[in-house]
């Protein structure tokens, strides 16, 4: 079955930097797209960043851009989200995607 395992989260101080990971099994990897989304406290889910399947094209949202990397390695089958510089607006649960099929989240928290 599809199986999406998310991990890296934690808790950093403003400026910091966290390397997500999603180890993904049951389906097809190397040929598919991937997404992170996230969901803050209070806010709805929100689309951070997505990878074609080749890893050659990316797109994120304004508010991360020049501070997040999505990347990927196929023989592995893992995507990648590395957090730079990061912000207490970034604080959220975050999610690796793909179709219906969702990973547990892990929480990254950005504080003092």
């Known amino acids: 079955q599809v199986q999406l395992v998310e991990s890296g989260g934690g808790l950093v101080q403003p400026g910091g930097s966290l390397k997500l990971s999603c180890a993904a099994s049951?389906?097809?990897?190397?040929?598919?797209?991937m997404d992170w989304f996230r969901r803050a406290p209070g806010k709805e889910r929100e689309l951070v960043a997505n990878i074609s399947f080749s890893g050659r094209h990316t797109n994120y949202i304004d508010s991360v851009k020049g501070r997040f990397t999505v990347a990927r390695d196929n023989s592995k089958k893992t995507v990648y989200l590395q957090m730079n510089s990061l912000e207490p607006e970034d604080t959220a649960v975050y999610y690796c995607?793909?179709?219906?099929?969702w990973g547990q989240g892990t929480q990254v928290t950005v504080s003092s």
């Open positions: 049951g389906f097809p990897f190397a040929i598919v797209d």
């Open positions: 995607n793909w179709a219906k099929y």
